[in-house]
């Protein structure tokens, strides 16, 4: 007997970190060489290394190793791919955070010591993150992890943007980006966040060069005045036309700037007059860039007006709006202005607001990439789960834009460009330079910029596996199986990885995507540091274990819905395994005292292939042979004794057919991608089938020496396939269990998992009658709680049936009823009178009369019920007169008075249903 059964409760410190080891050590998370058919490959979404791990990511992590789990006792060869991401901008802010927290500036110190500083920050919390996915289970295949920035990842970084670069494919331009005046870097379309403002439209006039009037324009940012080269109308205009090719004079400048004619211009939009800023907006520089109008730069990468601006050089943006409105007010160039609300672009990282800037960067050209992107999805080579992304998905790729792929950052992947200080050679290579091969030159200078992250990520599914180089792991590994991840990240990590792995291989990166929802708090707000709500899950697999967590997770997250979390929902997960753990105590103490022989032939469970649980419907003329088959199924080897035809009873033929059914029930599950219904399938069945029912209803028999070993030993056949049932969503707690169920051999986790065919299982009619049985005692419960019988009381229920049958069955199955009721005695019978005073139910044909003699105390019980009685008919008198109100029905809201109307139903409802219950106790 080990020191486990000997705990009052499932306790999980220490067992959980004992079995991540033990798996580890063993080599157990590698592909199988034995395994057989196509292998089914995760990447890991790798963590960015700029702290630890949240509960997004355990939601995450936890539906990936649920299907890596499952796959592999499937018997499919199976990889998850481990890796991390360096994050270059989020991680650049958080060292650079810290060191301004020691009073160091990383451009004084330079960059050769940041990028010190960040590797050394790469190397702490790397170590922090890894450890997490460790303690909560994720069978990854460690000694194949990747590292966006480590030397092979580099590699593969450079061979592209080289590759890209010499297809004609990545440029270099000058042009309007998104530029984040906090972080100093340009960044993609991608990471803008778009977010409702209330701001302003300003009216501001444009006096005519000639004098003769003036043009009024309307704005949101008239602090971008001072770049303006033209003022633009619709050429359609009939009003407006007629000043195409005259001058105006940009207000507190001494510049003139031509009126031109556009179909930007909206006629019935503001003013009809728009000002053009090339160099601040990016409709105005499409504009300048088809008339050919200069690009004058206003504010500078801080957010600070330049020289450009005049006397308002030095102000901050903002500052300068204030100031340059209260000027044009001076001078009576000021129009009015009216409340105006307007999606304003925020940097997703920082959340500063960004600036349009005119500035020469790196840029991909995305069109010529998104064709192979979209037919991937629409020919189902691709497949996305919930398929209400798909138009997302296609949305997106249809009005692509180019992707700006430089940074003004230090942490990151440097561009691979240098150019010849001295004939001015661009050289891009993926290997340093030398000397410049024009020149002969050694003095080269590189690009100073890096790569956006995503360019490192979009590799991500074929670059762990070795690419560029021509690996095994890339030949037997890729396309990979599936990609798990969230919704967010659709544009900028899905769609570019589809885009790069046909561009560069020709073939999917994926067969299919899952996309999980967001992790919410109990009041619907995104779990983050700022608001405070989000738990540390290592906190909360220390106080209530990580199969408590898995579990809960899983079981409470449809697919592709936000998981809308609270910690007293671990609590499921925590009884849960307690409830586990307690079962597995009863049926061993049972099983030592069967005195059985368990086999002692040494068959691993590992070296069995299948546990096709589809065989008892060939066998189930054999009740015998079907539960030595079940027996063989599920641990490996046939039993070493012999199951005995007639001891097994109704209960057993039914746990069988239950065990063929639930099997069926969650594998079908997992392959459609439901995980919850197959957490809740297989919890549901351990829970109430075995525990509630089963191992109640076996209980004396596990008692009786004579009648203990079919009992005993289907208790542990079907506590055997359940964990493997449970296995991938609670994978500590099984893994324990199975090692100390005596007939079983090797690792859980490489055992076959439970396959079964729904629409052929066996003892139809028998699994049918005791699903009646279970339906009466049900009833029979539910009156015993109506009339606040005590639980140790025990007292005569009466069936009454019509059909023969029926009767014969219930006169069978009395004595069951009898004992998963908790009563002395069950009686059966055709007709008569209602016995009286009883409790009264249904089940399906079958009448149900609890006697109440010896379990109820009658004249408390009617005093009770006399008094909910009466409060029952006040509160229905008190909602009769409230909807007879006239004031009330014409002032309150309709779905205040549809409320009460339903309060009324229900109040009513219940006074009857008092009324019946006094009536059944007599006088």
């Known amino acids: 007997m080990n020191d486990i059964r000997q705990l009052a409760q499932y306790a999980p410190e220490g067992i959980e970190q004992k079995w991540a080891r033990t798996w580890e050590q063993e080599g157990l998370f590698a592909p199988s060489a034995d395994a057989a058919g196509d292998p089914f490959v995760i990447t890991l979404p790798p963590p960015n290394v700029t702290g630890v791990l949240h509960m997004g990511h355990c939601l995450s992590n936890a539906i990936q190793d649920v299907l890596i789990r499952w796959m592999r006792m499937r018997g499919r060869p199976t990889l998850w791919v481990p890796g991390t991401d360096h994050a270059s901008i989020a991680t650049e802010q958080v060292v650079s955070k810290n060191l301004r927290a020691e009073g160091l500036d990383k451009h004084a110190m330079g960059r050769e010591a940041f990028l010190e500083r960040a590797w050394a920050w790469k190397h702490q919390t790397h170590g922090v993150i890894t450890s997490q996915l460790r303690r909560l289970g994720c069978s990854l295949d460690w000694p194949r992890e990747a590292f966006t920035m480590d030397e092979a990842r580099s590699h593969a970084v450079a061979h592209a943007f080289v590759t890209l670069r010499e297809q004609g494919l990545i440029v270099r331009d000058l042009y309007l980006v998104n530029w984040c005046p906090h972080c100093l870097t340009a960044i993609s379309d991608d990471e803008v966040d778009h977010r409702e403002v209330q701001g302003a439209m300003w009216r501001l006039r444009y006096p005519l060069a000639d004098g003769e009037g003036h043009v009024t324009v309307a704005t949101t940012r008239p602090e971008t005045m001072f770049g303006d080269t033209a003022v633009a109308v619709h050429p359609d205009d009939p009003e407006r036309r007629h000043l195409i090719g005259r001058r105006v004079k940009l207000p507190l400048t001494g510049r003139e700037i031509p009126i031109i004619g556009d179909h930007h211009a909206d006629p019935e939009k503001g003013t009809g007059f728009v000002k053009i800023t090339p160099a601040h907006d990016p409709n105005d520089f499409e504009v300048g860039r088809r008339h050919g109008l200069p690009q004058v730069v206003c504010i500078d990468e801080r957010g600070v007006m330049n020289a450009a601006a005049g006397a308002f ?106 150019n010849c200080d001295d004939c001015g050679l661009e050289i891009c290579r993926v290997d340093a330079p030398t000397a410049c091969p024009g020149c002969g030159s050694a003095a080269l200078t590189q690009d100073p910029d890096v790569l956006d992250t995503w360019f490192s990520s979009w590799l991500w599914t074929f670059s762990p596996l070795g690419w560029p180089r021509d690996t095994q792991d890339l030949r037997a590994y890729h396309p990979t199986s599936v990609l ?48 405070g709500n989000s738990p540390d899950p290592v906190e909360l697999m220390e106080k209530y274990g990580a199969d408590a967590l898995r579990m809960s997770m899983v079981m409470l997250t449809p697919t592709g819905q936000d998981v809308f979390f609270g910690e007293e929902t671990l609590e499921v997960g925590r009884n849960f395994c307690n409830k586990v753990f307690q079962a597995s105590k009863l049926v061993l103490g049972a099983w030592d005292e069967s005195g059985l022989d368990a086999g002692s032939d040494g068959a691993a469970a590992g070296a069995a292939t299948t546990c096709d649980l589809g065989v008892l419907a060939d066998l189930a003329a054999d009740p015998a042979a079907a539960a030595a088959a079940l027996w063989g199924q599920v641990f490996g080897a046939p039993p070493a004794f012999a199951f005995r035809a007639s001891h097994l009873e109704l209960e057993d033929l039914w746990i069988m057919n239950r065990l063929a059914a639930v099997a069926a029930e969650v594998d079908g599950n997992l392959e459609k991608r439901r995980l919850n219904d197959a957490a809740y399938a297989a919890y549901n069945f351990f829970r109430h089938e075995l525990c509630d029912w089963y191992l109640e209803a076996v209980k004396p028999r596990l008692r009786d020496a004579d009648r203990r070993r079919e009992a005993a030993a289907l208790a542990v056949v079907a506590l055997g396939a359940s964990y493997k049932l449970l296995h991938p969503v609670m994978p500590f707690i099984t893994e324990e269990l199975w090692s100390w169920l005596p007939p079983a051999r090797g690792r859980l986790m490489v055992s076959p998992f439970p396959v079964g065919d729904g629409a052929r299982l066996p003892w139809a009619a028998p699994a049918a009658r005791f699903a009646q049985v279970v339906e009466t005692v049900g009833v029979i419960r539910s009156l015993r709680t109506d009339l606040d019988v005590p639980p140790g009381r025990r007292g005569t229920a009466v069936l009454r049936a019509a059909d023969p049958a029926r009767r014969a069955e219930l006169a069978q199955d009395a004595g069951l009823i009898a004992l998963l009721a908790k009563l002395e005695a069950v009686e059966v019978v055709e007709g008569g009178p209602d016995p009286h005073p009883a409790g009264t139910g249904v089940a399906g044909a079958v009448e149900v009369f609890l006697l109440m003699k010896g379990l109820v105390d009658l004249e408390r019980e009617r005093a009770r019920l006399g008094k909910e009685l009466d409060k029952a008919v006040a509160f229905v008198e008190a909602n009769r007169r409230k909807l007879t109100n006239e004031s009330f029905i014409a002032r309150a809201p309709a779905e205040v008075v549809a409320r009460q109307q339903e309060m009324l139903a229900e109040s009513e409802a219940r006074a009857e249903a008092l009324r019946r219950r006094l009536d059944a106790l007599g006088d």
């Open 313 to 418: 050089a030095g102000l901050d943006r903002f500052a300068a709006r204030r100031a340059v409105l209260a000027a044009l007010q001076e001078q009576g160039l000021h129009d009015g202005e009216a409340k105006n609300v307007h999606q304003v672009g925020h940097h997703d990282r920082c959340g500063h607001i960004i600036e349009p800037y005119l500035s020469r960067q790196w840029f991909l050209r995305m069109a010529p990439l998104a064709a192979a992107g979209v037919r991937a999805v629409d020919d189902g080579t691709i497949t996305l789960l919930p398929e209400r992304w798909v138009g997302v998905y296609h949305n997106w790729l249809g009005n692509i834009r180019d992707w700006c792929i430089s940074r003004q950052l230090w942490w990151g992947h440097r561009i691979p460009v240098w």
């Open 484 to 531: 798990v991840t969230g919704p967010d990240i659709i544009f900028f990590w899905v769609a570019r990885m589809i885009m790069a792995s046909y561009h560069f291989l020709g073939e999917p990166p994926f067969r299919e995507v899952l996309f999980h929802g967001l992790v919410r708090d109990a009041e619907g707000r995104k779990m983050s540091k700022s608001l």
